[in-house]
């Protein structure tokens, strides 16, 4: 109840007017409804939840079993920092969803019934897990998908003698068109006047920290057009989903408030880098940085612990099956191909960015020692994908998997023969392959549940099928004269 009268408060101090109700479907796309504020702060909404249509929302509910009940969180409360309007002043609030009559979890409930569910297991156990993704998109300034240019720009390496690249889609960018343009792959660290994103980032920043999404630093990325990244202090499991949707929330309405767009797709640029989300993590003993770091072992070589040994071992264990969770699209695997620093070798490996998990070597000190899993974009779900990674790494625990000595090379550079002789595997490489190793991987099912399984399953194998159907530019420009 506290929580309740610490809501209560906070949107009546603050004269807001409408609740954005918050929660996401089985693909991760946020939702949204609004509720006028009184029915929270006079009636009882925070007690009754709120009715809505089940069979409207993806991987939920079929017609005929429509009728269910969001209930609100009420400690995740927020004022949305950027509406200054009296009319328009909103709050968010994320909630759980719950059968009719708000009798029990839904089952189809990626927050409340998959991350909710394995976060209090954990702490039943004695345990606890953070975790800091870093987070990249796109900042466009406009797109035009029925507009596509030959590219003379750049020539791609399948061209057999074309003297021009197939056609594709160009966003608007002011770092692709000035006299101080980025050129491909040069995007890193870059400064102002050719980096044009720091004013966005610094005024994204000042709006995140008010919704307590503390930002730990950022910069432009890579690729040119605009992609960039910020990284906010890790957080437990429920909380850091909620933080992923603060963030996407926050930077998509920020851009659209400067006439830009902030995209999270994967991979919206031909032969430059894509957007990825790689996760770090630990466990700890008890709460985490004031209990026990049980990734940390000083006396180890890399200052890892047995643990975090195994922890690694299972997330390679279950490596092709998560992939299908963590980089859940069609586009996700334009991503995962070599020369894109894209990890796509199932390895470890301590500060080597070619491996799928690699160990941060930054601050040698326990509280800083983590285990960070590579093998993730932004286009997920992620209170399924971080969950999936956890309840791999604890498997890997339990079983005592060992993820062996760790590749110190860089594995791109390796032959075909030096890694079968290294026993270094591949993710898969579509969404298809994927979702093939997520069907007979027994603990994914288990983390998912049944329900939501077959729906994601169900959803992304129709997702392929379509792509599969379509007959891209590339096609016609490569086959019509054949």
Known sequence: MEDVEKAKALLKENGVRQ????????????????????????????????????????????????????MPDASTAKIVPWIDDPIQKSAIIFGDVYEAWGSEQADCDPRGYVAKKVENKLKEDGMSAVFGPEIEFFLFEGVDFTRLNWDMWVSPNGGAGDSWGPPRIMPLSTELESGYMIRPKEGYFRAPPEDTTVEYRNELVYYLEQLGVEVEYHHHEVATAGQVELDFKPKTLVDVGDAFYLYKFAAKNIATMHGLYATFMPKPLYLDNASGMHTHQSLWKGEPFSGEALFADPDDEYMLSQKARYYIGGLLEHAKALTALCAPTVNSYKRLVPGFEAPIYICWSPRNRSALVRVPMYVKKPSAIRVEYRGVDPSCNPYLAITAQLAAGLDGIKKKIDPGDPLLEDVYELTPAQKRELGVGELPTTLRDAIDHLASDELMQEVLGSHIFDAFMELKIDEWNQYCLYITPWEFMKYFDI
């Open 19 to 70: 609740v954005l109700c918050a929660f996401t479907d089985v693909r991760g796309y946020l939702q949204m409804f609004s509720i006028p504020a009184r029915e929270f702060v006079e009636g009882g909404a925070f007690e009754t939840g709120i009715g809505f249509d089940g069979s409207s929302v993806r991987g939920f509910r079929t017609i005929e079993r429509s009728d269910m009940v969001w």
